[in-house]
């Protein structure tokens, strides 16, 4: 027989279970796509490359180096770090949801985390997403209770997962921030009578945790100043306008139905009860914080000074938004909890369903599965943009004497054609259209091109899925080298 200790955990326990299901199934199945390749690429590197990197910060990609030294450079293997955190982030969530609210709301949150398709798919991508979401939602959970109560462990605790997170990710400064302001938000609107000493402490507390991000503030303010100078800070980031709002909103949930819902559910919860429910509206408005300072703070910066705003580095905004959602189900009377609950979980159905069993990763492995069957010696591979050199570099397994490389220049693409005997161009993503152009012009006008193989056409993908390359190959020969294929 269950005790009452084991019945208060056996819940949480059943969640997480699904949870790790959900995000270790299938979890090496699908093809790296470009950022995880470059994750590969990047940990190749020396231990002091990884601590100046100037783009996602250091920490995770230490990590990644030291795990793949014990247990190798698999796609299960490299991802298996981001699943474990995106697992030990079910409960983490819950702990959050239990310190703002209350343990029922808590529990409908990790329920939700467990089955959120997000979630899920930046669980299964070797990333620092997941990483960064794990220490954000600590950092948070130990802020509230340092705020409530100060103790020298909760500090030293805050102050660690801040950390985590910050050198995780290029929103560590947004993350800090959002600390500052909770903490005075918190200060002002509760009932506690902070003494000077215990308000010197959290200052204290907060001012060391800035402190101790500076050398990677530094880093990341360098790499900007560097990349503006050079015209290419966040080139590959669009000028965000209110419909990527919209679509972060879709994102969050994969089936534009049920995100609609949730947040109709929280809006209409919210205008019932925030004047009658005092003691949940401080942590409404902590929520607010949070959402504000990780998704309508970097959009209102992409507007008006640079593009910073991706969707997946909004992903603290979605505990946030889960929280509030078991907060709203709580809130409802039991018949329209049973019947909202109903819903949600039938409507999560659909987009897991789709998750699984189609493609939602750029189909590298396929690509390079039909170049090592056809590559010959003396072939050359051109790869445009640079950056897909990483994937090909993971997967392909050429002939020695293969030449693979990115042309730079019309210098480049003039090599190619005097040393090689066949021409494989592969395309994927945007680059220079001006190059690009140049590229394909000069291979059509000296060599005969056979058809152009799309990978992603082959596919089933998920209707719903974030991103998948339109990977194409092109083989381009002389028309000597096409004859002598015929007559064979």
Request: proline share 5%.
């Amino acid at each position: 027989m269950l005790s009452d200790n084991q019945r208060r955990v056996l819940p949480l326990a059943l969640i997480m279970l699904i949870g790790a299901v959900l995000r270790i199934f299938g979890l090496g199945n699908e093809s790296l796509w470009l950022d995880e390749a470059t994750t590969v690429a990047r940990i190749h590197g020396t231990w002091l490359s990884l601590l100046s990197n100037g783009t996602q910060g250091p920490f995770y990609l230490i990590l990644i180096k030291a795990w793949t030294l014990l247990f190798g450079e698999s796609e299960f293997a490299l991802r298996l770090p981001s699943a474990l955190f995106g697992i030990a982030s079910i409960p983490a969530l819950f702990l959050l949801g239990q310190v703002l609210f209350n343990r029922t709301t808590a529990m409908w949150a990790a329920l939700f985390l467990a089955i959120n398709p997000f979630a899920i798919f930046y669980s299964q991508d070797a990333r620092p997403y997941a990483l960064y979401f794990f220490g954000a939602i600590l950092s948070y959970y130990y802020l509230i209770r340092v705020l409530r109560e100060f103790r020298a462990r909760d500090a030293v605790a805050y102050i660690l997962y801040t950390l985590i997170a910050a050198y995780s990710h290029p929103y560590g400064p947004l993350l800090i921030l959002s600390h500052w302001i909770s903490a005075g938000i918190y200060v002002s609107l509760s009932s506690t009578r902070y003494s000077r000493q215990v308000m010197m402490r959290v200052i204290g507390m907060l001012s060391l945790a800035a402190l101790l991000f500076v050398p990677q503030l530094y880093v990341f303010a360098a790499t900007f100043i560097h990349k503006s100078q050079s015209h290419t800070i966040a080139a590959w980031i669009p000028t965000p306008d209110i419909e990527s709002l919209h679509t972060t909103l879709r994102q969050y949930f994969m089936f534009p139905i049920l995100g609609y819902l949730v947040v109709l559910i929280i809006v209409a919860v919210v205008v019932m009860k925030i004047r009658r429910d005092m003691n949940a509206r401080v942590s409404l408005i902590l929520c607010g914080v949070i959402i504000l300072s990780n998704l309508l703070l970097p959009w209102i910066v992409s507007i008006l000074v640079t593009p910073i705003y991706v969707d997946r580095y909004t992903i603290p905004t979605l505990a946030a938004v889960i929280i509030m959602l078991g907060w709203a189900l709580n809130s409802l009377q039991r018949p329209l909890r049973i019947l909202a609950m109903s819903i949600l979980m039938l409507l999560s159905i659909p987009p897991l369903f789709t998750y699984f069993s189609g493609t939602d990763k750029d189909p590298w492995r396929e690509t390079c599965g039909i170049l090592n069957s056809q590559l010959r010696s003396g072939d050359v591979i051109l790869a445009y943009p640079e950056f897909d050199l990483d994937p090909l570099h993971y997967y392909l397994r050429p002939p020695p004497d293969v030449r693979v490389f990115s042309p730079q220049d019309h210098q480049d693409i003039v090599s190619a054609l005097r040393s090689s005997r066949a021409i494989w161009l592969v395309r994927a993503y945007s680059g220079d259209e001006k190059l690009e152009h140049d590229i394909y012009f000069s291979l059509s006008e000296s060599r005969r091109s056979h058809e152009t193989i799309k990978i992603r056409d082959s596919l089933k993908c998920n209707r719903w899925a974030y991103h998948v390359a339109d990977i194409q190959i092109t083989r381009f020969e002389s028309e000597d080298q096409s004859a002598r294929g015929k007559s064979d």
